[in-house]
């Protein structure tokens, strides 16, 4: 909204006498514009990563359309409040609108037009982290608290703020599991954790020590007693990044225990979307792939495979044979 409302300062448009012509002046701006946030301030920080494509310098097409649906919300609200111009100035499509109103989460997804300005955005496949990249960025941890958080990580499914923020009161150690925010219901859920994830979480509450009740079990290892952060995770994560020269992300951790569940062929998927707390059982659906680095031994083993002998029927003299299909 900020920067909604920088563009129509500068254009001296009044919020409520805003029309379309404002908001393809922000799409312009939005496709050509250079994202802060993707600046790089240390010079040795990796530009591509072994196994997903780094993001662009500018705003990606979910960006902006996200930027669009939240004035289009905005303006809404202050029409229901009898505020504001009479049309909104972003445009909808009344199609799709009607056609995923009510719109079942078992059934596909139909096909229809976007609406004017709305950006065209790929399909992206999820970014779960190869095996034996994963080795290496476990490898690339230096201490117990990071082995223990992608232990949890890669084999609970949580996300990165849920993990974060737990206390030992949210660590069930005989149930192996622990409690945990979901992310928009905030209702307080029980996500099950491998042993081995549990017994590096012992390893380091016995080094590090237990923190007071309420407390989160993640403490930072530098400065004054404090908890850790997402931003600081983010960064162990970064310096990883640079050793390896790869770019993987703490929600990358997300991605890969869904699809290692989704594809280990022990849970259906209405399992893994339980465990992983999906609200539309398609983007469970999502995780059922196939990566091109679980393909490579299957084709050398095809390579290497000798041509098969032919073999004619009973019958036929030699000499027919090699002058109707060759030598």
Known sequence: MLRWFRLLWLLGTGWERATESEVAVLTGWLRSATNPQRQRHRADAPVVGTGKASLRAGYAPRTINHAFTVISGF?????????????????HSAQRRRALGHRSPLEPTSMVGRARLRQRVPDRPPRSIPDRLWDELFTAMNCDR???LLEIFVSSGARAEE??????????????????????TRAREAVPVSPQGLFRLALYLGAAGTPAG??????????????????????????????LGTNWSLHDL?????????????????????????????????????????LFDKLTEHYSAPRPARHYPAGYAAADIEAVFGG
Do not use: C
């Open 75 to 91: 303006y809404e609200f202050h029409a229901h409040e009898g505020r504001g111009p009479v049309v909104n100035p972003v445009p």
């Open 146 to 148: 990071d082995r223990a």
């Open 163 to 184: 993990l974060l923020s737990i206390t030992v009161g949210d660590i069930d150690w005989s149930g192996q599991r622990i409690y945990v925010i979901t992310k928009g």
């Open 214 to 243: 309420g407390e989160p079990v993640w403490r930072a290892r530098r400065g004054p007693e404090r908890p850790l952060t997402y931003w600081a995770m983010r960064r162990v994560m970064q310096r990883a990044n640079t050793l």
């Open 254 to 294: 997300r991605h890969t225990a869904a699809y290692r569940m989704a594809n280990g062929g022990k849970l259906t998927l209405p399992e893994v979307q339980t465990i992983t707390r999906h609200a539309d059982i398609q983007t469970t659906n999502r995780y059922l792939a196939v990566h091109i680095e679980e």
